[in-house]
């Protein structure tokens, strides 16, 4: 398989001679204000570019949106996408959200597994901050809560877990028994809102990820983006090199994994 980080926790997955695109925020620099319930809501973002030009990363066959806040789904992405690809979602909630912003082909995952082409995808279940203080958190704003994760698996390529927005908890414990995933992608800069509640993995979230399945190859991905970051690549690094992991990589934005 091939991996590509684009931006944020949009990613290129080339899995069994099939392309997928997860999570398309595709805004330019600097496009969108900081978030008003989390901490640097001065900063605007994504802080960064792309790294490739929009034609060449929606060039692929289906597209995976994990959830629907504004940090991994976008106009810049509906405009660019053709109406007829192939979408995969996590409820019947962002299935209608995504028919009502014109697509046709919109299919919700299944944790019993859903066939596409010559891969079977598995939704799994997160925890985007702890639940019982960020799922009323999120509805008093109006943002649904809820996040998946997603399992990849063929008899061609090592099983692939994209963690997704959540914070280490007993349901990405349960995806890695469950799955027993070989490459596994957190969402690691441990965003953080005006509560001091994490939304995603810190580095304590990425040891114990690390300890519970120590023969995968660990890959951190939304890093250096969004104005609610705590925590950097140069964080990342340092722990590693600190720690002497070699199973943990931190790609930079445009570099390619191949696994």
């Known amino acids: 398989m091939k991996i590509t980080q684009i931006r944020n926790a949009t990613v290129l997955v080339e899995y069994n001679e099939t392309k997928f695109l997860i999570d398309p925020w595709l805004m330019p620099k600097d496009c969108m204000e900081g978030f008003e319930s989390a901490v640097n809501s001065h900063i605007r973002q994504p802080r960064v570019e ?10 692929v066959d289906a597209v995976i949106i994990t959830h629907i806040h504004p940090d991994h789904w976008d106009d810049y992405a509906k405009n660019a996408l053709k109406k007829d690809i192939k979408i995969f979602v996590q409820s019947e909630f962002d299935k209608n959200y995504m028919l009502k912003e014109g697509f046709k082909n919109v299919e ?6 859903t066939t ?11 925890q985007h901050g702890r639940r019982e203080i960020l ?14 994760g997603v399992v990849f698996k063929s008899k061609n390529e090592k099983t692939l877990y994209i963690a997704g927005d959540t914070i280490w908890c007993n349901e990405v414990d349960e995806a890695i028994r469950e799955h027993k995933p070989e490459i596994i992608i957190v969402n690691a800069c441990a965003a953080t809102v005006l509560n001091g509640e994490r939304l995603i993995m810190n580095i304590d979230d990425i040891k114990q ?3 519970n399945s120590p023969k995968s190859t660990i890959i951190a991905s939304h890093m250096d983006t969004v104005s609610h970051l705590t925590i950097t690549r140069k964080d990342l690094k340092e722990f590693k090199e600190k720690e002497s992991i070699q199973n943990f990589l931190i790609p ?3 570099e390619v994994l191949t696994l």
């Open 108 to 113: 919700i995952l299944s944790t019993n597994g």
């Open 116 to 126: 596409y082409e010559k891969v079977s995808l598995y939704k799994t279940s997160t």
């Open 252 to 254: 930079e934005d445009g």
């Open 50 to 59: 792309l790294p490739l030009e929009i034609e060449k990363i929606t060039d």
């Open 209 to 211: 990820v690390i300890k």
């Open 135 to 148: 799922k009323p958190l999120c509805e008093s704003i109006g943002m649904p809560y809820d996040a998946m």
